[in-house]
Structures are given as structure tokens and as C-alpha cells.
């Protein structure tokens, strides 16, 4: 599985639009880029995942450079309630059943 | 989406004692599932791979006696800590996949006194 780096931690003013990138130099082919959140004593939920190019949903943008070795979330207007643990994770997404190696995450702390 | 549920939710064990934690898939079948154990601000650390009618797949420097895993339904896996004590004190999160995505439980904190 390709290594991931980001920030420790970053902090925004709420109604901010807010980046994170991520690094995944030795990422493969066949991986998909995908990134989760996680709020204290919870578990992490699923927020965006991406190949190339640009994702959007109705929480986040992903985008993804050509030649894929870095990606980056994009937080719309965050408020209070988007302070979490961001993780960047990269692998071979299949129907199959894999493994997910976390790196160390974005702390992310929304300020008033 | 896929919901994963965790019980207990919270547990206050004594040193030595066992403690198992389930994990349920509640609207889907899972044939695998996932451990995680998260220490206090640290990353996820996958514990082993739960596979359903066959033995757990541990990663390396998991104690297989010491943290027992069944999978004895589609729908559940448990995770057994034996003998625990205070340094077994721990956030447990499960997770299992459903399509293209990987869903995880609320997790269980684990205190050992």
C-alpha cells in the first residue's frame, strides 16, 4: 500500500473554504484515493474517494493532479462541526476486501 | 448506507479478566470485517482481518491468543481480549466493506483497572 504524508494539523475560521493535501508518491495504478473523518470516540466515515481529476459530493471536492502523486480535500464554508481527524488513505479499491493502512491524519480545528 | 454497530459501546474491566466486544453489520452481510485499535491521539492500527467460517488473519505483533476473533455469522464478528490488563486499554473500532466502501463500527473504549 502506497505511504501517505500530511499536515499534523491545521487550523481555519469558520465559513473558510479549507485545502488538505496529501502526498502519495509511490501510489500504483490500480489505486484509488480515499479519505475519511473522524470526530473523538467515534469511528471514521467515509467522506470522498477519487481516481483522477476532480470528485465532488455534497460534502467535499477532491482533486487529483495527472500524474497522481498528491490529491488534495476541499472543505466548502466549514463550520464548528467540521473540526475532526482527516485521513488520506491509498489503495487498490476493488470488490474484494482490503486492508486500510492510516497514516497520521489532519487534525483539523475550526476557529469561531 | 451500510450500518456498523459496536457492543458495548463503553467497558471498565478488571486486570485479568476477558472482555469481548461485538461487531454487527445491521443492513448488510459481511464475509470480512476489521480490527482497529487506536490509542489516545494516534492513528488506527489494523489488528486483524475477521473472515467469516475461517480463522482471523493477524497482523504482525498481534498477540492471536491473547485477542480471540469469531466470525461466526455473516452479520457479526467478535474480538475476545483475554487476560487483559491496563496497557489492553484502548479505543476497538471494526469496520466492514459493503460495495466499494469500508464502513467502521463507533468503536469501544476499553479501560483496564
Known amino acids: 500500500l502506497a505511504k501517505t504524508t500530511q499536515p499534523i494539523s491545521m487550523d481555519s475560521y469558520e465559513g473558510q473554504e479549507v485545502n488538505i493535501t496529501c502526498s502519495h508518491n509511490n501510489i500504483a495504478t490500480n489505486d484509488y484515493i480515499t479519505w475519511y473523518q473522524q470526530f473523538p470516540s467515534q469511528g471514521p466515515r467515509f467522506i470522498i474517494q477519487g481516481y483522477k481529476t476532480k470528485v465532488t459530493n455534497e460534502v467535499a471536492s477532491l482533486f487529483i493532479p495527472a500524474d497522481r502523486k498528491s490529491s488534495t480535500l476541499s472543505l466548502p464554508r466549514v463550520s464548528l462541526s467540521d473540526t475532526a481527524v482527516y485521513y488520506c488513505l491509498v489503495g487498490e479499491t476493488n470488490f474484494g476486501n482490503e486492508k486500510l493502512t492510516f497514516g497520521t491524519g489532519t487534525r483539523l480545528t475550526i476557529i469561531p | 448506507g451500510a450500518v456498523v454497530s459496536q457492543h458495548p459501546s463503553r467497558v471498565i474491566c478488571k486486570s485479568g479478566t476477558s472482555v469481548k466486544i461485538e461487531c454487527r453489520s445491521l443492513d448488510f452481510q459481511a464475509t470480512t470485517m476489521f480490527w482497529y485499535r487506536q490509542f489516545p491521539k494516534q492513528s488506527l492500527m489494523l489488528m486483524a482481518t475477521s473472515n467469516e467460517g475461517s480463522k482471523a488473519t493477524y497482523e504482525q505483533g498481534v498477540e492471536k491468543d491473547k485477542f480471540l476473533i469469531n466470525h461466526a455469522s455473516l452479520t457479526l464478528s467478535t474480538l475476545t481480549v483475554t487476560s487483559a490488563h491496563p496497557e489492553d486499554s484502548s479505543f476497538y473500532i471494526c469496520?466492514?466493506?459493503?460495495?466499494?466502501?469500508?464502513?467502521f463500527g463507533p468503536g469501544t473504549r476499553l479501560t483496564v483497572t
Open positions: 469496520s466492514a466493506r459493503w460495495g466499494n466502501e469500508q464502513y
